[in-house]
């Protein structure tokens, strides 16, 4: 845990970069500091690694006030990852992931074996990427190897100051997914420094909002920040749109979903269409051990030009837990409702786009 007891940092010039702030980041979490350039996200991370020295107030990592330790000691025991990434321009890349194991006294095979497995662990093939130069990388590529550095030596907490700001959307998207699947894996403590919204609400478990001055305007999940700012700051910061950005951040759930009538595959179709006569939307799920395979449908019989029924094979293309922006756009590609299957995959109701708009007004559940 990092535990922040009102700090703050004053220059000697009067300036005062971060205000009585007080911030407590759980074991595992990933903690966004979010606000505009100025509000002192960066001085606040740099404060934690003691690269900036506070004026007043405690720092505790573990328990331990961070101005006790030995900075150097301190620093190599936190995973540190910045904007321009900083890798030593004459140096390998496994030399510049080995960075911090061979200050700490790894042997050569220990450290050269980890250098191997942090770069599986992002995604850049060993035997490929081991003895290249930065030079002859991408800036995504860089970015990985920055991150492997940060990790080299297993620290549990982990800065991250606007890590992917300088790269491509596309790049950075990749990276950010990157990151996600690397933090549930590893579970790292993170803080995060961002002045993007969207990424904030993409990685963050809860972001913290400042303002310039340091100060601070509110620390929330991104759904609740979304659905209740706390100020006129932050209502402003996140914008009109806040209602659709939560699209991004709440999940299907089975009180969004419409139930409609089931019948077995193994029923007659006479079966099948007596039950489709009275199905209020004109669609019954046809299941097999749970599982949709299909619809029985109403139409036009080409043959005889009656209203007949049919049944047309089908899966179900959405699950519960579902971001509701995906499931908007699977609707857009031209569905009209979205069938809904479990983890387990069994089937357990429809979605439309009038049930979408009410899941994203749902008002987000209160922290604690």
């Known amino acids: 845990m990092i535990e922040l007891d009102r700090v703050t940092k004053r220059y000697p010039d009067g300036t005062v970069a971060v205000s009585d702030l007080s911030l407590k980041v759980a074991e595992g979490e990933t903690c966004v500091l979010l606000g505009p ?11 934690i690694n003691r690269m900036v020295e506070p004026t007043s107030g405690r720092i505790v990592l573990d328990g331990e006030d961070v101005t006790h330790k030995d900075p150097v000691e301190l620093r190599r025991g936190i995973g540190y990852v910045i904007q321009q ?9 496994a030399a510049n992931i080995a960075t911090v194991p061979r200050l700490l006294g790894w042997d050569r ?9 942090l770069l599986e662990m992002v995604d850049l093939e060993p035997g490929r990427y081991r003895a290249r130069y930065p030079h002859e990388l991408s800036g995504g590529q860089q970015q990985r190897v920055g991150v492997a550095r940060a990790l080299a030596a297993d620290p549990p907490v982990l800065l991250m100051d606007e890590p992917f700001g300088a790269l491509d959307p596309v790049t950075r998207a990749l990276l950010q997914d990157e990151f996600q699947r690397l933090q549930a894996e590893l579970g790292k403590t993170v803080v995060f420094v961002t002045h993007d919204l ?7 478990d809860r972001i913290a909002v400042m303002a310039v001055g340091g ?7 991104p759904d609740a920040l979304l659905a209740r700012p706390a100020s006129p700051f932050v209502e402003a910061f996140v914008g009109r749109d806040r209602a659709v950005k939560r699209l991004a951040v709440v999940g299907l759930g089975r009180s969004d979903l419409v139930q409609t ?21 004109g669609r019954v799920a046809v299941l097999e051990e749970g599982r949709l395979v299909g619809w ?11 209203f007949g029924a049919r049944v047309e094979p089908a899966t179900a293309r959405a699950s519960l837990g579902m971001r509701l922006r995906e499931a908007l756009a699977l609707l857009l590609e031209g569905e009209d409702w979205l069938a809904v299957a479990d ?13 979408l708009v009410a899941a994203a007004r749902r008002d987000a559940p209160m922290a604690g």
Not at 109 to 117: F, G, K, N, S, Y
Not at 261 to 281: I, W
């Open 296 to 306: 029985v449908l109403g139409g036009e019989e080409p043959r005889t030009g009656q």
């Open 343 to 355: 983890p387990d995959g069994t089937f357990v109701g429809i979605v439309g786009a009038a049930e």
């Open 215 to 221: 100060l601070l305007e509110q620390v929330d999940t």
């Open 37 to 47: 350039s100025g509000c002192g996200k960066t001085t606040t991370m740099r404060m």
């Open 261 to 281: 009538p089931t019948v077995a595959h193994d029923a007659s179709l006479g079966e099948k269409v007596a039950v489709f006569e009275s199905a209020p939307f």
């Open 198 to 204: 969207d990424e904030a609400v993409k990685l963050g």
């Open 85 to 93: 990434v900083g890798l030593f321009p004459h140096q390998t890349v």
């Open 109 to 117: 095979a220990r450290a050269r074996a980890r250098v191997d497995e």
